[in-house]
């Protein structure tokens, strides 16, 4: 791999920025294969009044249509918060290669269940980027204590 | 409620036939409203190489669309098999009222993990008509095999 782990975590917190200017949670994911990036996602939760519209359901659903492959055990999967539940369900359905992520989510993260539930060749590095995302994330729900 | 469980269920086992037509595994799923059904989906992970199309989540999608509104405590969803773990994590996160499913899963259903992942108001109901969806889910796994 030429690029680094912040290269890409990077353009998966530009996601992030994204989901904040639409006022929604600032979340972004980017997977990667070899290199590139086949697919992108932002939290979508509100704007599409749905609550499976997370970052990493977007961009693991954009990755499988660009490979015409529902597997991705060769791809990496960035996300700027820890996956929840859900989310994390996926990315074990997936077969994801590999999963980078930011900050930690001690309230909803799937690592609260105490048991990985990722796929058991899932390799796993966190904390990347970690203060940028999670400051992201403590300035938008600080704008919505106030407002 | 003027329906019964089991007359829903019918409807969702319906999906579940059209998945099976289209050589999906067939997982079908209905989301009620007040006696009336305002989602309904079933599996495409193969037609839409998307690992994220479970019955559930198109149904859920669906009737967030359809309601505008991200929660459904009032609904109830009725799907052949018991959720995985996504769509058990996705369930929690709409905060569905009512889950009602049929077969067991006894390889990848939520209840695998031991604790329950629901939202804790969601009311579990189990086993109805569970022998007639496990008999297709059966039948279509028995053909995969042979050919």
């Known amino acids: 791999m030429f690029f680094s782990d912040e290269y890409f975590m990077k353009i998966a917190y530009q996601e992030a920025l994204q989901a904040y200017e639409l006022d929604e ?3 972004g994911a980017v997977v990667v294969l070899n290199d590139q990036i086949i697919g992108k996602g932002h939290n979508l939760t509100q704007t599409l009044t749905d609550v499976t519209a997370h970052a990493e359901m977007l ?5 499988s249509n660009h490979l015409t492959a ?3 055990q060769d791809c990496t999967l960035y996300v700027t918060l820890e996956p929840c539940i859900m989310c994390a369900g ?3 359905l997936a077969q994801v290669g590999k999963l980078v992520y930011g900050a930690h989510d001690p309230k909803r993260g ?3 269940l105490g048991k990985n539930i990722l796929h058991p060749k899932t390799e796993v ?5 970690e203060e940028e995302c999670k400051e992201l994330l403590i300035r938008f729900f600080n704008q919505k204590r106030d407002s």
């Open 70 to 72: 529902k597997y991705l």
């Open 110 to 112: 799937y690592t609260l």
């Open 125 to 129: 590095v966190t904390g990347i980027m």
């Open 25 to 27: 949670v600032p979340v």
């Open 90 to 92: 996926a990315i074990a």
């Open 59 to 63: 961009a693991i659903t954009a990755a």
